[in-house]
């Protein structure tokens, strides 16, 4: 049995559980975690049906045939040409599974056509969201999972040291140049895909904490906020450091960046199986707060990684899930201070059975390689 298949059933076996007979997933990360399929989301319905016993079904256009044979581990395809209605076919397949009645859950991201035509085809039917079963089976990785996420992190790694040795050669780029160069290291190094547009934030636009890249020159003295990662076997890396590449920094500077260097390692070291989220997010937030810069940490400290870049755990106050062994989220806390500049040092980790793996060690200093 496959990685895929395995989550398939566990996924069947969770179904009675939360009073389901069925999960019906669209193109989306779950239908990945699932399948092994990868499609973005179109215009022509393609579904996967995953009841609660027996072998899953996808319902898709004829065109995908191969595709999906070739990268899923489900043989059952019901196959539908253009001009022909595809939700006949699902009206066949509820027959056939005894869920015309039953209880499904949707994919969560599902756009409304398709949500609104099961509804037609299948009035009789309840709906929840498929997340009832998969937030749950997708907040503990399996080792395919793990492996892939190291590798991600390994190459956000490797990225971070070669843009650090640029030094003083980047003074003059534009911040755009700069994520250019990230963006072209990730690809020329392995990446599938950058995880999210990459961050580059200089100076003041250092402060904005969903900065992306401007026109604006880096210049002698500038923290800059470097945040990127790329996808490795379908998994992101995402790391964030702060760096001044040539000149000297603004005076306060160095002591931002030294508490929040201090506050992530408070996090990192708090993190093990059975401490609440929200612990992870106070014990940065109480080296932050103390060093008096609380009201300039605007944020959560962490999200979960996995097939999506932001998903559960959240760290974030309020969040009393507690930490299992096979989680995976960032640790980023920052401070920022408007008109002037910010910082935000984060790595990925994995909960362990007693502590956590850090997914990113390249350097979380400030200077440039060689400075």
Same mark, same amino acid.
């Given at each position: 049995?496959?990685?895929?298949?395995?989550?398939?059933?566990?996924?069947?076996?969770?179904?009675p559980?939360?009073?389901?007979?069925?999960?019906?997933?669209?193109?989306?990360?779950?239908?990945?975690?699932?399948?092994?399929?990868?499609?973005e989301?179109?215009?022509?319905?393609?579904?996967?049906?995953?009841?609660?016993e027996?072998?899953p079904?996808?319902?898709?256009?004829?065109?995908?045939?191969?595709?999906?044979?070739?990268?899923?581990?489900?043989?059952?395809?019901?196959?539908?040409?253009?001009?022909? %209605?595809?939700?006949? +076919?699902?009206? *066949?397949l !509820?027959?056939?599974l005894d /869920? @015309?009645?039953?209880?499904? #859950? =949707? &994919?969560?991201?599902?756009?409304?056509?398709f949500?609104?035509?099961?509804?037609?085809?299948?009035?009789?039917?309840?709906?929840?969201?498929?997340s009832?079963?998969? %937030?749950?089976?997708r +907040?503990?990785? *399996?080792? !395919?999972?793990?492996?892939? /996420? @190291?590798?991600?992190?390994? #190459? =956000? &790694?490797?990225?971070?040291?070669e843009?650090?040795?640029?030094?003083?050669d980047?003074?003059?780029?534009t911040?755009?140049?700069?994520?250019?160069?990230?963006?072209?290291?990730?690809?020329?190094?392995?990446?599938e895909?950058?995880?999210?547009?990459?961050?580059?934030?200089?100076?003041p636009?250092?402060?904005?904490?969903?900065h992306?890249?401007?026109?604006?020159?880096?210049?002698?003295?500038?923290?800059?906020?470097?945040?990127?990662?790329?996808?490795?076997?379908?998994?992101p890396?995402?790391?964030?450091?702060?760096?001044?590449?040539?000149?000297?920094?603004?005076?306060?500077?160095?002591?931002v960046h030294?508490?929040?260097?201090?506050?992530?390692?408070?996090?990192?070291?708090?993190?093990?199986?059975?401490?609440?989220?929200?612990?992870?997010?106070r014990?940065?937030?109480?080296v932050?707060?103390?060093?008096?810069?609380?009201?300039?940490?605007?944020?959560?400290?962490?999200?979960?990684?996995?097939?999506?870049?932001h998903?559960?755990?959240?760290i974030?106050?309020?969040?009393?899930?507690?930490?299992?062994?096979?989680?995976?989220?960032?640790?980023?806390?920052?401070?920022?201070?408007?008109?002037?500049?910010?910082?935000?040092?984060?790595d990925?980790?994995i909960?362990?059975?007693?502590?956590?793996?850090?997914?990113?060690?390249?350097?979380?200093?400030?200077?440039?390689?060689?400075?």
């Amino acid at each position: 049995m496959d990685a895929f298949e395995s989550r398939t059933r566990r996924c069947q076996d969770r179904l009675p559980e939360v009073g389901a007979d069925a999960a019906i997933l669209f193109p989306s990360t779950n239908l990945f975690y699932a399948s092994g399929f990868r499609e973005e989301p179109m215009e022509r319905h393609l579904f996967l049906v995953v009841p609660s016993e027996g072998d899953p079904v996808f319902v898709a256009p004829e065109m995908y045939d191969e595709q999906i044979r070739d990268a899923s581990w489900v043989s059952d395809l019901r196959l539908w040409a253009d001009g022909e %209605d595809p939700m006949a +076919l699902v009206a *066949d397949l !509820a027959d056939e599974l005894d /869920l @015309r009645e039953g209880h499904l #859950l =949707a &994919d969560d991201t599902m756009w409304a056509l398709f949500t609104q035509d099961l509804r037609e085809t299948l009035p009789e039917a309840s709906f929840g969201l498929a997340s009832e079963v998969f %937030d749950d089976l997708r +907040l503990r990785k *399996d080792d !395919a999972e793990l492996d892939a /996420l @190291r590798r991600a992190g390994a #190459l =956000a &790694d490797e990225v971070s040291v070669e843009i650090r040795s640029l030094g003083a050669d980047a003074i003059g780029l534009t911040e755009a140049d700069l994520a250019d160069e990230i963006d072209r290291l990730l690809a020329e190094r392995g990446g599938e895909g950058v995880s999210f547009e990459t961050v580059v934030g200089s100076g003041p636009n250092g402060a904005k904490p969903h900065h992306r890249r401007s026109d604006r020159e880096i210049e002698p003295g500038d923290p800059v906020v470097l945040d990127f990662g790329a996808y490795v076997n379908g998994y992101p890396g995402d790391q964030t450091r702060t760096v001044v590449f040539a000149g000297d920094p603004p005076e306060e500077y160095q002591a931002v960046h030294e508490t929040v260097q201090s506050a992530q390692q408070a996090a990192v070291e708090a993190v093990e199986p059975g401490v609440p989220a929200e612990e992870i997010d106070r014990a940065a937030r109480e080296v932050i707060e103390a060093a008096g810069y609380g009201d300039r940490f605007v944020h959560r400290t962490g999200h979960g990684v996995g097939l999506d870049v932001h998903e559960a755990p959240y760290i974030v106050a309020g969040n009393e899930v507690e930490l299992e062994s096979g989680m995976v989220f960032s640790v980023e806390p920052g401070v920022y201070l408007p008109g002037k500049f910010g910082v935000r040092i984060e790595d990925l980790v994995i909960v362990t059975e007693d502590g956590c793996e850090r997914l990113n060690d390249s350097p979380r200093t400030w200077e440039a390689l060689g400075e």
